[in-house]
């Protein structure tokens, strides 16, 4: 019995990590990354809504810049809808498929 309790032999087993503490681990480091929504000014969301609109009436292609916690997301097309009871936009892209796009996630646009 002595010869499993030498050395380091009784902290050898503890190396082993369940998946449920792995998981948990993994997600607060995820947690660590994310970052906050900024606030936007009304002089850059009039700005922001008038290049959307004018994408929406003039059919321009606009660049849209939509928060993410992780990494923000850049997409470009027509805005195709506009609606204002969920305040989202359809944004179309060139090759024929869209995502609706909440205005309080948009962090940016220019034509």
């Not at 947690?31 to 059919?59: A, T, V, W």
């Amino acid at each position: 019995m002595r010869s499993r309790l030498e050395g380091n032999v009784l902290y050898e087993s503890s190396r082993m990590i369940m998946p449920e503490h792995r998981d948990a681990w993994l997600a607060q480091q995820e947690e660590m990354l994310e970052k906050e929504k900024p606030i936007l000014d009304d002089q850059e969301l009039q700005l922001i809504y008038g290049l959307l609109n004018d994408s929406f009436h003039q059919r321009i292609r606009v660049r849209v810049t939509v928060f993410d916690p992780i990494e923000d997301k850049v997409y470009e097309g027509i805005v195709s809808v506009v609606n204002t009871f969920l305040k989202e936009i359809k944004l179309v892209f060139s090759d024929g498929d869209w995502k609706y796009i909440k205005l309080a996630n948009i962090m940016s646009a220019s034509t």
